[in-house]
């Protein structure tokens, strides 16, 4: 006979599956997630609760008298690290006995609905400020410092708008390396740029799924082989796409 959790048990195994949803949608490891979990879940009377946690979906259970297991579906990530900040805050404030469960519940529903991710003006000029900056990094010229900006400005305004027309991620950002590609190439041939090679490096970079890389290698670290070899691949199926595009380019280009 199958012994569901009382009301207190539903509100903490809601709590700690929605605490873990928000971080792992939002860029968080693995390692980080579980350990959020079981903390929550420990500061409210449940240590011996468990979890087990995928890029794709979360397993929950409180443990003890409480045998059921909540599953929860994560089907889409981004990179939100305000996000991830604002749960563990939340988090330590639950362990420290500062914030009761019930309070804590209303807290992540608005930091789920919450977008506190920066304006995309904000994010473009960023990144064509940082592709200019990588292309002085990797001894480039001054001289190209600004056809790498607007390389990169465009190509990453050309992937945020296209991740919000099409589901399908490895499109979005092969046709964003193919554009990149293109105007490196444009600037190169009118003059306006010099070194083909430090352009688009320095320009494609704001396109690298680098903490997406990090997250793998601490979750394989960590010991965490399923979450570590799906992000792996992910990553590489990212940078698969970006080389693509600057090939296929290249290839029309000679």
Request: glycine fraction near 10%; proline fraction near 3%; aromatic fraction near 8%.
């Amino acid at each position: 006979m199958i012994t569901y959790p009382d009301s207190h048990g539903r509100t903490i195994s809601e709590l700690c599956l929605l605490a873990g949803k928000i971080i792992l949608q939002s860029g968080g490891e693995t390692q980080r997630v579980e350990d959020t979990m079981t903390r929550i879940a420990a500061a409210n009377g449940f240590p011996k609760s468990q979890c087990y946690v995928t890029p794709t979906g979360l397993f929950f259970d409180l443990g003890g008298a409480n045998p059921v297991t909540r599953y929860v579906r994560i089907s889409e990530r981004s990179t939100d690290l305000s996000k991830v900040t604002l749960v563990n805050e939340v988090s330590r404030k639950i362990s420290l006995g500062e914030l009761n469960a019930e309070d804590a519940l209303v807290r992540l529903q608005h930091i789920e609905r919450a977008r506190v991710v920066y304006p995309a003006w904000l994010q473009i000029a960023s990144a064509a400020v940082a592709s200019g900056c990588f292309l002085i990094m990797f001894k480039g010229g001054w001289s190209d410092f600004v056809p790498a900006m607007l390389a990169g400005g465009i190509g990453f305004a050309l992937l945020l708008l296209l991740h919000r027309l099409v589901q399908i991620r490895f499109f979005a950002e092969f046709l964003s390396a193919t554009i990149i590609g293109a105007l490196a190439i444009a600037f190169v041939h009118t003059g306006f740029g010099h070194e083909l090679d430090r352009i688009i490096i320095g320009s494609v970079m704001p396109l690298v799924p680098g903490l997406l890389i990090t997250n793998a290698v601490r979750d394989l670290m960590a010991g965490h082989l399923v979450s570590g070899l799906s992000k792996g691949a992910d990553a590489l199926l990212t940078a698969s796409a970006i080389g693509a595009g600057i090939a296929v380019m290249l290839s029309a280009w000679s």
